[in-house]
């Protein structure tokens, strides 16, 4: 177990977990550390696949804080909706709009 500024790591099952003392859940109040190698498929579950919707980066995000946390989140997951093709296809402006 390892304090920081209001924040207390912990390893359990051989998972790193950082805990915030006075967040709900849904604010993340204990996310799991995600190793670089599984980044990737943590956002694709939680933005691309047919259940995630493809739901925009702050709702993205929002998501996956809930329960996980990596050094530099924020700006991987802003890069990654922003090269996401199928929101790309979605958000492409019309031919009339003016």
């Known amino acids: 177990m390892m ?3 209001g924040l207390m790591w912990t390893v359990q099952e051989d998972l790193i977990f950082r805990h915030h003392h006075g967040l709900t859940a849904e604010e993340g109040a204990t ?3 995600v190793p670089r190698a599984l980044r ?3 956002m694709r579950s939680l933005h691309n696949s047919r259940y995630a919707g493809h739901l925009g980066e702050r709702r993205t995000l929002s998501r996956i804080r809930s329960r996980f946390y990596w050094p530099g989140m924020s700006g991987g ?4 909706c922003r090269t996401c093709s ?3 296809v979605r958000k492409r402006p019309s031919k009339n709009a003016h």
């Open 31 to 33: 996310q799991e550390l």
């Open 40 to 42: 990737s498929d943590v």
């Open 77 to 80: 997951v802003h890069l990654w």
């Open 86 to 88: 199928h929101c790309a």
């Open 3 to 5: 304090w920081q500024k």
